[in-house]
């Protein structure tokens, strides 16, 4: 398997556009995760999706946030409008299982930067 | 309070020496707990995983855990610059096994 699959990788936009991440899980996965990393804040997570539901999005930061996951092999998270604040590295995640021993697999992330 | 609580570092240890790093977690029904290894510009990787008190050992690193103290470390014997990064503690949601807590991470400098 080619593991988690972000897109894009890098991602340079002006405040105020809209911007969408891209994520493809491992193949038979069935929760996805996406999270963010600030040297402030660590890795936060945003929200969470078990079977394509999302379970748990108390961590989405603002209504400019927002995740979908219309199908086990896809996920989006959007930011409209984006700002500076904005500006992390979103990593999305994958588990399967769902036992005490679950190992969560890491997406190369993708590297915002909102100017 | 946070969860998972780590300091932040950077702990810097000489070339074949033993690395010490700390977690400590709030929530006392805690289960399960990770370490990952995050190399810089990398994703998190895991290292491995502890769910019962006591010492687990894999290779050069061992975990420990002591839940009446709430709190979780990670050794890594002979310390190699390979293993500079940023290490990770992770622990599972009690209630919910998909559900993971991460520390901020302590960054380990190996020094030759």
């Known amino acids: 398997d080619a593991g988690v699959i972000q897109s894009p990788r890098h991602e340079v936009t002006e405040m105020g556009q809209e911007v969408t991440l891209r994520c493809k899980p491992i193949?038979?996965?069935?929760?996805l995760f996406w999270y963010r990393q600030t040297m402030m804040r660590g890795l936060e997570l945003l929200i969470y999706?078990?079977?394509?539901?999302?379970?748990?999005d108390s961590g989405m930061p603002e209504d400019r946030f927002s995740a979908k996951m219309p199908n086990a092999s896809f996920s989006t998270l959007k930011i409209q409008p984006s700002e500076p604040r904005d500006s992390a590295v979103y990593f999305c995640?994958?588990?399967?299982?769902?036992?005490?021993?679950?190992?969560?697999?890491f997406g190369q992330g993708t590297r915002l930067t909102v100017v | 309070q946070k969860e998972v609580e780590q300091n932040s570092g950077p702990l810097s240890v000489p070339e074949g020496a033993i690395a010490s790093l700390n977690c400590t977690y709030s929530?006392?029904?805690?289960?399960?707990f990770f370490w990952y290894r995050q190399y810089s510009g990398k994703s998190p990787e895991l290292i491995m995983f502890?769910?019962?008190?006591g010492d687990k050992e894999d290779g050069r690193f061992t975990a420990q855990l002591n839940k009446a103290s709430q709190y979780v470390s990670l050794l890594i014997r002979d310390s190699q610059p390979s293993d500079s990064a940023t290490y990770l503690c992770?622990?599972?949601?009690?209630?919910?096994?998909?559900?993971?807590?991460f520390g901020s991470g302590t960054k380990l400098n190996v020094k030759p």
């Open positions: 995640a994958s588990t399967g299982g769902g036992g005490r021993d679950t190992e969560a697999f």
């Open positions: 193949s038979g996965h069935n929760s």
């Open positions: 999706f078990n079977n394509n539901v999302p379970i748990d």
């Open positions: 929530d006392r029904g805690s289960q399960s």
């Open positions: 502890i769910y019962s008190n």
């Open positions: 992770a622990v599972q949601g009690l209630y919910n096994f998909n559900k993971f807590y």
